[in-house]
């Protein structure tokens, strides 16, 4: 069974700092690419973050560049999602998603988190 497990949500101040994890097992994702959305009340689900299997391309939200970066740690088989100047509209569900080839924001994701939720206050 594949399972992807976020963690390290929570309620920070506007200007803060978080970081999410997400805990991959039951397979081998090592030719799928790995990313993260958000889901805010009442809106969409939009892409945040990603990057290629192979690791070397990322990829990147425009509202969240340069505040936030994705990693991975293959050994841990843990995908992270550190997350700085939080801004309250960065409130929402952040899920983990998992895609063959690359999450980019584009295509449909193959595998989902069950989410966590990040609240920054004003």
């Known amino acids: 069974q594949v399972q992807l497990v976020e963690s390290g949500g929570g309620l920070v101040q506007a200007g803060g700092s978080l970081r999410l994890s997400c805990a991959t097992s039951g397979r081998t994702f090592s030719s799928y690419g790995m990313g993260w959305f958000r889901q805010a009340p009442g809106k969409e689900r939009e892409f945040v973050a990603g990057f290629s299997w192979y690791g070397s391309s990322t990829y990147y939200a425009d509202s969240v560049k340069g505040r936030f970066t994705i990693s991975r740690d293959n050994a841990k088989n843990t995908v992270y999602l550190q997350m700085n100047s939080l801004k309250p509209e960065d409130t929402a569900v952040y899920y983990c998603?998992?895609?063959?080839?690359?999450?980019?924001?584009?295509?449909?994701?193959?595998?989902w988190g069950q989410g966590t939720q990040v609240t920054v206050s004003s």
């Open positions: 998603a998992a895609k063959r080839g690359r999450v980019d924001g584009t295509g449909t994701v193959d595998y």
